[in-house]
């Protein structure tokens, strides 16, 4: 009755991938819960501290592969817990951006160390090599179907 | 403003990981909305179905890597469908393992080329050898903090 690695399922790179990539985010969810976040919030606040000037919410959607209104419900939650803001765009009023505040910059360097931390553990068996090939793997698998 | 892969975030093994599987899993729910499946739920029918004498929830969330909690859920939505019943084990009647209905297996099936064909996708630009690698190296992600 044991579920062995033979199994069509889990030969199914599908399942596979979304089963390490489930472990990661577990592993990353338990590290940063100690800074109030979880690894979707701590993704959009990482890419608003990144962007000089704000990011759009259809941005942080593309980038994230995530639905529009599950961003929307990220950015309230940060802007709620005073991390990010919304702010209208100097060369087009029409379009706000969303933009870390001092505070969302502290507590994202904060989590920085404890999320990486984290993601290290399940990565750790594999080498140098390893990684970039995984990286430049997941980057096409990211790219033909962005 | 453009977010460029150089950013730290994008570089980010943990978060390509995330986005990449996010990809896949979105294609093959879209795929398997036909068949009135999410992937989570196709995933435990799947191993339902490939367990001759059935599998315990236990089993499910160790394989799938979900909280106990989350695989009553989806084995009880499984169950309003029709697909799967849970049945005491022969040698430990204290022990309920969840069997594929005849219905579940014929909704498995069918579904299977379709989820088969969505998840193809994403996984086009690598070849049989870098399959084969990413295959080996998720599977000791997986191993690392299973």
Redesign the interface.
């Known amino acids: 009755?044991?579920?062995h690695?033979s199994?069509?399922?889990?030969?199914?790179?599908?399942?596979?991938?979304?089963?390490?990539?489930?472990?990661?985010?577990?592993?990353?969810n338990s590290a940063l819960a100690g800074h109030g976040l979880r690894?979707r919030q701590y993704?959009v606040l990482?890419?608003a501290c990144?962007?000089a000037?704000?990011?759009?919410q259809r941005?942080l959607a593309s980038?994230?592969?995530?639905d529009p209104s599950q961003v929307v419900l990220l950015v309230d939650e940060l802007t709620a817990a005073g991390l990010v803001e919304r702010q209208a765009q100097e060369a087009d009023r029409r379009t706000r951006?969303v933009v870390a505040t001092p505070e969302g910059h502290r507590v994202r360097e904060t989590a920085r160390e404890d999320a990486d931390a984290a993601?290290e553990?399940?990565?750790?068996?594999?080498g140098e090599a390893?990684?970039e090939?995984?990286?430049d793997?997941?980057?096409?698998?990211?790219?033909?179907?962005?």
């Open positions: 009755m044991e579920v690695m199994q069509p399922l889990a030969d199914d790179l599908g399942f596979l991938l979304s089963r390490a990539s489930g472990q990661v985010v577990r592993a990353t690894v993704s990482t890419l990144q962007a000037e704000g990011i759009s941005e980038v994230l592969g995530l951006l993601m553990t399940p990565l750790s068996l594999l390893e990684r090939r995984l990286r793997m997941l980057t096409r698998i990211w790219t033909a179907t962005g």
